[in-house]
């Protein structure tokens, strides 16, 4: 395609390159380091020697060079690789640590979190990011960004997910440079007074202020936290009932300050600002003052990450609006995201980011190829088809991406937006007015009675629609490649019925034989399946059987947590999911494995193969040992962590084989098929 013949398209894509590589190889910096220099020499020589139709050594260094310059910002955003990383400080016991914070995440059930960024350790300087929890109390948000404090304690490391096809929050924190956490008592913190400001702190703060305003004013609850999200970006206020309602309708970008809302506010801001063009040079002091104006809404939305990336790649667009010669839209957008990760790499796998640049590459590049295949007479008619094009091309660029990570499709989506989007720009506009006035204390109370009601009306609205449960595809199984081939089918089939020449019908019907070859061969792969799993769960013990499309759940007490069973079910494409209480004692394909719960009582049968302890039975592990002789002992998720830690010890001194699901994750029985 011509668009990949732009030098900032290409740059992107060797960069991107070098950051994927230098994460999951975590190839040592240095090597890039040197390579660089004598990279950037050879470029310089090479332009002066090399002609036109000589072989592009030119262009292999420079790709090269790109490469290599990825994989060094990767590295380096990496902290672990940097030898004054709080990590290689950690002694086991308990140290003195300064931290300072650098976000305040949004509260679980159990306690606040942060992430911290850690600046001493005992007397050493040192680098890195913790994730800091705290015990939730009467008092919330207590803790605001920029704030420094000392404790003593000693951080862990992240653990891996410790059930099959559970969410892998240590690779989601790896991916934002996190690789430890710790969890305290408020008590032990000492805040440290007077601590330095930062850019973000100051932004947070000021957010923090707007919103306290906005609390003094009559809103309602629902609507005060959907103005929150839309104005300011913080939704951690938001109820589960309306971000479902959101998330449903297909609506859930709305609640995220991201590419939408500053595109539309650019365009508001190029109207107001277009009466300057008239001055001298009003061409560059307009593009100064919207670029200028849309950092300002950055600020004011607290500088998150979303928003960061939202404003550079408008800030570029900005830019090119307001040059003499024409430029492609393709090439503004490479540029911002090069940009980006070369000072953020790790961006890269936020599913933020991919989501809102896939989206926006899509409405590029599918929308006027809509508008050509039709184009209606009818204003009304013409106006909405460009709603529902822009539309249709945005869930066009996600919906492979939001199958595999979410395993759900909204298919009113194009109802919210046909409904929701025109007047995003009026509710954006009167929601930015209000939150001005709001900081003034001068806000009038009719316009809070007009906001408020034209908050409750969207609200209602996507609530109706995302309440149309019918319409909601949830649990469809999507793996990586299908994620591959549903982007190479969707492409495919775009090239295909915009131009179809012969290489364009081979992608498009390739890549639709490689997506029914890969459900046939995962539809004969599941017929063969058969696995037997000790789960991990808190306070239960669960045991899971499949065989092929069937899953027979095993459990001690009601108190099963349904969704690791489910997120097991849509990964493996079960069907049929049964549920019955555990037994004292199965047959594993002639072996044998006897429960143990709080009653003690266990059988006199010598040669056991596998021994599951649950509910803490005060038994003598020794005793057992000898009297049964088991070949494995198993501890699960509802024994105390007391118990199974003298049990763990008798195992080790005896040398048979431990294995406790809370440390170690769930067990996979050896069976014979």
């Not at 310089?44 to 420079?62: N, Q, S």
């Not at 919210?416 to 007047?423: E, G, H, M, Q, S």
Request: proline residues 4%; charged residues 20%; aromatic residues 12%.
């Amino acid at each position: 395609m011509r668009n990949f013949q732009f030098i900032s398209i290409k740059l992107t894509l060797g960069l991107i390159t070098g950051i994927l590589l230098g994460y999951y190889f975590s190839i040592n910096p240095i090597y890039p380091g040197i390579s660089i220099p004598f990279l950037l020499i050879a470029l310089g020589y090479y332009k002066k020697k090399e002609k036109r139709d000589a072989f592009p050594i030119f262009g292999l260094l420079a790709a090269l060079l790109l490469i290599c310059l990825g994989i060094l910002v990767v590295t380096l955003s990496n902290l672990l690789s940097n030898r004054n990383h709080y990590a290689k400080q950690l002694s086991g016991q308990e140290q003195l640590f300064e931290i300072k914070v650098k976000s305040v995440l949004k509260p679980t059930s159990f306690s606040e979190r942060y992430v911290v960024a850690v600046k001493y350790c005992d007397s050493s300087k040192v680098s890195g990011k913790l994730l800091l929890n705290l015990p939730l109390d009467s008092i919330t948000n207590e803790f605001k960004i920029d704030d420094e404090f000392v404790f003593i304690g000693a951080p862990e490391l992240v653990k891996k997910p410790l059930n099959p096809h559970q969410f892998d929050y240590k690779d989601y924190l790896k991916k934002q440079g996190i690789s430890h956490q710790i969890r305290l008592e408020k008590a032990p913190l000492v805040k440290i007074p007077k601590p330095s400001k930062t850019l973000v702190g100051i932004a947070s703060n000021f957010r923090d202020d707007l919103i306290k305003n906005l609390k003094t004013y009559n809103f309602g609850e629902a609507e005060l936290s959907v103005i929150q999200a839309l104005i300011l970006g913080k939704r951690d206020d938001i109820s589960n009932e309306t971000y479902n309602d959101y998330k449903n309708a297909g609506a859930v970008h709305i609640l995220a300050v991201s590419g939408l809302h500053i595109g539309i506010l650019l365009i508001i801001l190029q109207f107001l600002f277009k009466p300057l063009e008239v001055l001298r040079k009003g061409k560059q002091l307009k593009t100064v003052l919207v670029i200028t104006a849309l950092w300002v809404f950055a600020v004011i939305a607290g500088l998150s990450p979303s928003v960061v990336r939202a404003v550079t790649m408008f800030s570029f667009l900005a830019y090119a609006m307001n040059l003499n010669r024409p430029t492609n839209t393709f090439n503004i957008i490479a540029l911002s995201i090069f940009f980006i990760l070369l000072f953020k790499p790790l961006f890269l796998f936020q599913v933020g980011f991919q989501m809102s640049y896939l989206a926006v590459l899509a409405i590029v590049w599918i929308y006027p190829k809509l508008q050509r295949f039709w184009y209606p007479d009818n204003w009304l008619i013409r106006k909405l088809w460009q709603l529902l094009s822009v539309s249709l091309s945005a869930q066009l660029g996600v919906l492979p991406l939001s199958l595999f990570y979410f395993h759900q499709f909204p298919s009113l989506f194009f109802i919210t937006n046909l409904i929701v989007v025109p007047f995003l720009g009026l509710i954006l506009g009167i929601g930015v007015l209000v939150v001005v006035l709001a900081a003034m204390k001068a806000l009038p109370e009719f316009l809070v009675e007009a906001y408020n009601y034209l908050i409750t009306q969207m609200n209602a609205i996507i609530s109706w629609v995302g309440n149309q449960e019918g319409f909601v595809f949830r649990d469809i199984p999507y793996d990586q490649v299908q994620l591959i081939l549903g982007y190479a089918f969707i492409i495919g089939m775009v090239l295909y019925l915009t131009k179809p020449k012969f290489k364009n019908i081979v992608m498009f019907l390739g890549s639709l034989s490689g997506l029914l070859i890969w459900g046939i061969f995962n539809q004969y792969s599941l017929k063969t399946e058969e696995r037997l799993i000790l789960l991990h769960q808190t306070r239960n013990s669960v045991i899971i059987h499949q065989t092929a499309e069937n899953l027979t759940v095993l459990h001690r007490n009601e108190n099963l947590n349904q969704k690791i069973v489910n997120d097991f079910r849509v990964a493996e494409r079960i069907t049929e999911v049964k549920s019955s209480d555990l037994r004292n004692s199965y047959s594993i394909d002639g072996k044998s494995l006897v429960i143990l719960d709080s009653t003690g009582v266990y059988p006199n049968q010598l040669h056991l193969d596998y021994v599951l302890l649950t509910e803490s039975p005060k038994i003598n592990l020794e005793r057992l040992l000898d009297s049964i002789k088991p070949k494995v002992v198993l501890a699960d998720g509802s024994n105390y962590k007391s118990y199974v830690h003298r049990w763990e010890a008798t195992c080790l001194k005896r040398k048979v084989p431990f294995h406790h699901t809370g440390e170690k994750g769930a067990y996979y029985f050896k069976l014979n098929k």
